[in-house]
């Protein structure tokens, strides 16, 4: 009779090996022959059972597919009718004594250890393995799905607050049939539609909304921030648009102009009767705005202004509504009177008439194709001695008087200049919210994609959620968390914007400057992330995705180089520093040293250092006082630096250059201070139903940026290796927890339903 | 007489602080009264002198230009005929006594310290200030240039090698004017366009590249990754298309198929006149392939197949050159044979006729327009019990035999599976290496842009090229030295494919999937950082950095998704690690044990993790331990963790969940630790005249990725705070030094001319 396994069955000690070796991808050539000689080397086996067994793992004969189902039966027999056992060996015992018992108690212990010995060489990992053996699992990653904890609709109304109405009244515009996406890659085409768009919403009133009433508006610029962060759902080249339309060219005939101008211009360019642009940017200074070169040389006799661009350097470039629709311009240049220049001003030049001709001394070029935005119509405008009338200069800051001399209240050019642009600063204000509503976007696509989309499981196993994968957690949910972070912290920019007096005005542009670096670098990395979530659904145009990306990848350059404002920022906090700490002020020295001793008595104690309580970890006070410390440390430490440097002979330029790293690392302190108290104190005014949800969200964002900075904590020694590491296991259990609230979450931004992707709204979501 | 700075010199001691707060944007109104309150308390001046001063500080009547003027003229008189003084009240002493000696060197001492106070409470930086005032100055950022410290020509024979000619040749082709790039945003032009460049290539024989001699091609692959990697200095969808027909059609027939496969298509796929794809990924089952659902049933009587998608969710998806100019598809579908699933088999199945019309039973939709790859046709496909003859199977590894019987000489579905995509690998080669160059050509315009682009400087000296500051340097110069590395990486992985045995194939797709992924990350940070420091110019399309962005955008998902290869990887280092050192065996514990205790005597002791040494840190030894430590200790812990979480009861689909981060960082350990080595040998190897500027990117490159890693090194005490400091300033030194070499080490890349970007190319380079 012919050796099998049934009727030898002390031989099934080996099955499970055998049959793996065959049915899984794990074994080499090598593994094949250490497992020959490994049954060659067992004793209690005769010749002929070792014959047997070899034959059933010779590489030139492999076992038919018949044969290794009836295998798959011994061992799901097996498994079926005993407890889940601890490795392959012990899954060939309960083989052996399925039908009686071949093996006792005592030849398990004996062959166990060498068998043991034999997986582990094989580089088996029984526990997966066996697993996978089993038909059916329930698993926890299985079981993980979307809850509703909370109403998304009483978190949509802490979001909008008292800006629901218009909130709603454009999502209503922007979900209607005539908005709907245009899709044609013809850039004349998509210039016109935005074009469109744009007047329906002037002629609704919105691109007013912010001038006095008096010229037509509605007198409110909170409600103009609104609108714009909610068009920022739809089409991003209408948010562009409309933002150099009726905020660029807008606002500064309202901010830089007087009542003649407000009287002739605002009502016009509020109903889009006057296409307009704002022509600062050169092509030899962009960041550097104060070296621009364009000329507005003053002619006393006919009263007038001549605007000139010197060389082909000078031209303004990448001026919005500038290649086809812009009628006149808001033109930044240097006043030359009696050729004596007096620093740059603001006045309006006209390019185009009416029916769309370029003017004469007027030469336009069109930027061409760009990356994204590509319905605004951004162009090179070369000024060959234009004349304008007096009355085109914006002279709310300085005047030419009936002499022909300069007349300002702020005679220092620099200053005036910043003044002039401190009264811009709400650009950057509509641009980090319109970022944000953009990341927003992306995470309700990537994250309802998420929840639905499957791909693996466990052997045996339904196939899972692809958000129930902790890895893709880890990329979507802290940006998540930075949403809403985000959020609270521009609707405080906002307010204080607002609310702002001369006093607070520097550290309010500092603000500003900040946070819309801030956010359109949070923009970006969200996208990015959230597009490689999405796999090669989110490559697809139809999802959105590649529009959100390309359209806000130059927020991070726009409205101010983001690495630049970022060294602003830094620079105020650092001037506040030396306000309050001068290098000579032994008070403030000692009061300083004190402070930070006190920091090591009740921070950097052993205790506090290695503290990896979870009460603590997630106490909003340790938080405040870790990101406090941060801050502080690092404006200390470059007044030190820079001064040391300076004293040790360098240039104070090329000081300044080697500090740029550090500096924006103040700069990003700064901010991430700010989100968290302001975090901190929605906590406090939020309903409590909405509490539970609203703390996960904010133990995330303190504890991600934590990790973000632990290098640093740990180079200090405010954190110890076992607190870091504990702070990772948490970061990871917030993004376990958050997952569950991560729908209702995104539902909460209620974004339009036309404004998110097929992939998650038709009805047949993965396909 | 009234009073002025002239005829009253002493108290010009204010004079500069008077002149700044005016000129300079730095006082605030209650700045100013703290100033007159200085004022005030001033013993020394009499009531008029101090009147005199108030009035110069009043808000209310600024000092008019002219005074301005005047009051510079002063400083700069001070200025010229003195040292830079160290204060603006040592500048005002120097003001005062330049006619006559009015403050002698008692009174100076007696007013400095409150003067000093006074500065220091307005938050002035006196020196920042005083350097400002100073005319020309000449500074190190200022001086530092491009030098040519090697021959670019050399290092691009070194980067080359023995693969020049065929180099050479390709970028002769796209450096002609029927390779000018399509500057239509109509994707069926663009994609007629992309076809056309295609069969140029295949005309003068470089579809057929790989394919054997016989078979009219040239034998030779190594060459065919080299006209991959050099294709992508030009079009992205060209290479895709060019990787789609010849890569992925055709070596499916290839390595899929057998001799009368190849006798029948190959030399027709390598002419491109059997346009065709590769029919693999399906709606719901992308990373998963294993469980696509598409069948292909066997009929014997008629020995055909009938290949059917079974649900919409079932259909193949994202198919290159499916949408238009596809005739044939490799597909990949369960074998059915009576009711029996024998798994994942190919087969070719003819979708068009040469026509371009669809066969009936097939049936295809067009995947629209994408983020990128728009030159690319990609195609859903749905076959309705579409039938195939017999030799359709491409049945290197598995037949149906005559008696209609499955055979193979792999039984395992899993392991053939696995075997069948193992050939496949070669893609994973390609699509790095044309990461690399996307990467090599962003850089090469970012590098040339930044070194020619001038904005800021020091107040009185010239603009700056912006590659001078330090924080441009350490955005791009990092990605230099990855770009070298990864060069050095990918010859070596070509090169270990190209010599692969049966024995290190499983290693090698590792290697294979972690560089792709590792490359394709690594792309797609490049470009980013290269399109942010080009700008405004950085987003237009002329400019290239959209294309190269958006087309390398999908790398990171097609070929296999990062996040999921990089799972691959570390499980491949997982499984080594098991099998020199499995659970039970004593002698390697012991033996690993002892290694690590090692490593706490030789490099953990106290003065190795806080040896701050140029000298240390620069060695290639330190380098390499601390590599191999960290994949060590990763992969260690890794173990340790997973039996942790399984002893704990933890299922071990959900333990490995847990793991997945973790197992990240296990895959990015070890492909650091091989780039690192690979460079390590280069140096070794390199022209003595090239190994100094090699050594620096090298230098760099270890630097670079110490400090990525340095939380893991602090948390674990393989370095200490000193010593992760001391790598950052080495860091900021050696990109500031390689800031000189830039310019040349991107000219080695020897990138044709037509594929940089018109902001480097033209002579009116910044314009």
């Known amino acids: 009779m012919n050796i099998t396994f049934l009727n030898d069955p002390k031989l099934s000690i080996l099955l499970p090996v055998i049959y793996l070796a065959w049915q899984d991808d794990i074994l080499t050539k090598d593994e094949f022959k250490a497992l020959n000689n490994f049954i060659n080397n067992q004793d209690s086996f005769t010749k002929a059972e070792k014959e047997f067994l070899k034959s059933k793992i010779d590489l030139n004969t492999p076992p038919g597919r018949s044969e290794l189902f ?35 108690k005592e030849d ?70 005539e908005f709907a996406f245009e899709t044609s890659t013809d850039t004349a085409v998509y210039r016109e539609k935005v074009l469109e768009w744009c007047k329906i919403l002037a002629k609704e009133g919105y691109g007013s909304y912010a001038y006095p009433k008096k010229y037509g508006g509605s007198g409110d610029i909170e409600g103009y921030f609104t609108i714009m962060e909610t068009l920022s759902y739809h089409d991003l080249s209408l948010v562009i648009k409309f933002g150099v339309q009726f905020g660029l060219w807008g606002m500064s005939v309202m901010f830089l102009g007087t009542e003649k101008h407000f009287k002739k211009y605002l009502n016009d360019i509020g109903k889009l009767e006057i296409p307009g642009g704002f022509a600062m940017t050169e092509t030899h200074h962009g960041s550097n705005v104060k ?112 002499k022909g001399e300069f007349v300002t209240s702020i005679p220092s050019d620099n200053r005036r200049f910043f003044t002039m642009l401190g009264t811009l600063v709400g650009g950057r204000i509509g641009i980090p919210r319109s970022a944000l509503a953009a990341a927003k976007t992306g995470l309700a696509i990537a994250i309802k994609y998420g929840d639905n989309r499957r791909q693996f499981g466990p052997d045996g196993g339904f196939e899972v959620p692809i958000l129930n994968y902790r890895m893709h957690q880890q990329r979507l949910m802290p940006y998540l968390a930075n949403a809403y972070a985000m959020h609270f912290g521009l609707q405080y920019l906002t307010q204080r914007f607002l609310n702002r007096t001369e006093y607070d005005m520097q550290e309010i542009e500092a603000l500003a400057a ?3 670096s801030y956010s359109s670098w949070n923009t ?8 490689e979530a999405c796999g090669g659904k989110g490559y697809l145009s139809e999802n959105r995705l590649d529009d959100l990306k390309n359209d806000t990848e130059i927020y991070t350059t726009f409205e101010g180089d983001n690495t630049v404002l970022m060294q602003l920022v830094a620079k105020n906090r650092l001037g506040e520093f030396r306000k309050q700490f001068g290098e000579m002020n032994i008070a403030t020295i000692f009061s300083y040293v004190l402070d930070q001793a006190k920091t090591a008595v ?22 405040l ?18 001064k040391k440097l300076v004293d040790d002979g360098l240039d104070t330029f090329d000081a300044a250059n080697i500090m740029h790293p550090h500096m924006l690392q103040i700069a990003y302190a700064y901010l991430d201070r700010v989100f968290l108290e302001q975090f901190q104190q929605q906590l406090e005014k939020a309903d409590e139903s909405l509490k539970e949800v609203l703390t996960r969200l904010y133990n995330l964002f303190a504890v991600n940026k934590l990790l973000e900075n632990k290098s640093w904590y740990l180079e200090q020694g405010y954190m110890e290796g076992s607190k870091t590491k504990a702070l990772r296991k948490l970061f990871s259990q917030l993004c376990w927890e958050i997952r569950r609230d991560a729908v209702p979450l995104v539902d909460a931004f209620n974004i339009p339903e036309n404004c998110l992707a097929p992939i998650v709204t038709t009805k047949s979501k993965e396909a």
Chains 1, 2 share one sequence.
């Not at 209503?172 to 049939?177: A, D, L, M, Q």
């Not at 970006?524 to 597009?531: A, G, S």
């Not at 006082?625 to 820079?642: D, M, N, T, W």
Request: with cysteine.
């Open 514 to 516: 900040g946070m819309k």
């Open 602 to 623: 009740t921070e950097k104690n052993p205790f506090a250092t290695r503290n990896t309580d979870d009460k603590h970890l997630k106490d909003a006070e340790f938080h």
């Open 108 to 177: 398990i212990q004996k062959f166990e250890s060498s068998f043991a010995q034999l997986e582990s060489d094989l580089g088996i990992m029984s526990q997966e393995v066996i697993s996978g053996l089993c038909e059916t699992r329930d698993t926890i990653t299985n079981k993980h799905e979307t809850v509703e904890s909370f109403s998304a609709q009483k978190m949509t109304a802490l979001l909008d607050g008292d800006q629901a109405p218009v909130i709603n009244r454009i999502k209503g515009i922007i979900n209607s049939p």
């Open 70 to 104: 009836h295998w798959k039966d011994l061992i799901n027999r097996a498994l079926k009718n005993n407890k889940k056992p601890g490795s392959l060996t012990q899954l060939g015992f309960l083989i052996a004594n399925a039908d009686r018992q071949v093996y006792t």
């Open 625 to 642: 006082h870790a990101f406090k410390y941060r801050e502080k440390e690092l404006v200390g430490s470059a007044a030190r630096r820079f």
């Open 291 to 402: 070296g621009i070169q364009t000329t507005a040389t003053y002619n006393h006799e006919t009263r007038s202004f001549t605007i000139t661009t010197p060389t082909e350097y000078d031209r303004k470039e990448y001026i919005g509504n500038a290649a086809v629709h812009g009628e006149m311009v808001t033109v930044f240049a240097k006043l030359i009177i009696d050729d004596h220049d007096y620093g740059v001003n603001a006045f309006i030049v006209p390019i185009r008439d009416k029916e769309r001709n370029v003017l004469n001394g007027v030469r336009i070029k069109d930027c061409g194709h760009k990356m994204g935005l590509n319905g605004v119509d951004n162009g090179i405008i070369y000024f060959d001695n234009v004349e304008i009338p007096y009355d085109n200069m914006l002279d709310r800051f300085a005047q030419v008087n009936e």
């Open 524 to 531: 970006r990395d969200t996208l990015q992330e959230c597009r």
